[in-house]
T-cell receptor, first 114, second 115 residues
Framework: KAGVTQTPRYLIKTRGQQVTLSCSPISGHRSVSWYQQTPGQGLQFLFE???????NKGNFPGRFSGRQFSNSRSEMNVSTLELGDSALYLC?????????????FGPGTRLTVL | AQSVTQLGSHVSVSEGALVLLRCNYSSSVPPYLFWYVQYPNQGLQLLLKYTTGATLVKGINGFEAEFKKSETSFHLTKPSAHMSDAAEYFCAVSLSVQGAQKLVFGQGTRLTINP
């Protein structure tokens, strides 16, 4: 099976712009989660989607949003970008099971905000 | 609240030496515990996980970890380090909220292998 894919791999934006990142999960996986990784804060949970519904959201401002499509592909959007949004954004997919399921991560999208 | 503490942000060992990366967790319920590895410019790769059953868990690349409930620990070990083990390692606990799984990560440990 193909792994989790994320596009684009690199992005450079300026403050105030908005950005959309895309994630394609492993075939058959219905849960998609997003994480932000920064040197200062480490890995932080953004949100999780299952069957097009957001089931859980981390402690991030409303500028961060996401959605999931019927084919389980997911997008996340960040509006009004700030310098502090520069980070590696990781997407992970897992089977529709419980908390012991493995989350499989994509390579990430590195966002730089100038 | 569930949390994870990794002791030592940087660990350096010689090639062939024992690797020991420490992880302690806090959880009010039986935890599901994971170790992931991240190579430069890549995502996270699962090394091993503990759900239930045997407390000594074997993973990929010769790594293993032991779940010790009494010590709330899940330390990662490898008997003999290889240069290719140089990477960042993350311990995580899984939290279930309204059916959704959320991983809570430690701050990571950067492993350096000296020739």
């Amino acid at each position: 099976k193909a792994g989790v894919t994320q596009t684009p791999r690199y992005l450079i934006k300026t403050r105030g712009q908005q950005v959309t990142l895309s994630c394609s999960p492993i075939s058959g996986h219905r849960s998609v989660s997003w994480y932000q990784q920064t040197p200062g804060q480490g890995l932080q949970f953004l949100f999780e989607y299952f069957s097009e519904t957001q089931r859980n959201k981390g402690n991030f401002p409303g500028r961060f949003s996401g959605r999931q499509f019927s084919n389980s592909r997911s997008e996340m959007n960040v509006s009004t970008l700030e310098l502090g949004d520069s980070a590696l954004y990781l997407c992970a997919s897992s089977p529709p099971g419980g908390p012991g399921d493995t989350q499989y991560f994509g390579p990430g999208t590195r966002l730089t905000v100038l | 609240a569930q949390s994870v503490t990794q002791l030592g942000s940087h660990v350096s060992v010689s090639e062939g030496a024992l690797v020991l990366l420490r992880c302690n967790y806090s959880s009010s319920v039986p935890p599901y515990l994971f170790w992931y590895v991240q190579y430069p410019n890549q995502g996270l790769q699962l090394l091993l996980k503990y759900t239930t059953g045997a407390t000594l868990v074997k993973g990929i690349n010769g790594f293993e970890a032991e779940f010790k409930k009494s010590e709330t620990s899940f330390h990662l070990t490898k008997p003999s380090a290889h240069m290719s083990d140089a990477a960042e390692y993350f311990c995580a606990v899984s939290l279930s909220v309204q059916g959704a799984q959320k991983l809570v990560f430690g701050q990571g440990t950067r492993l350096t292998i000296n020739p």
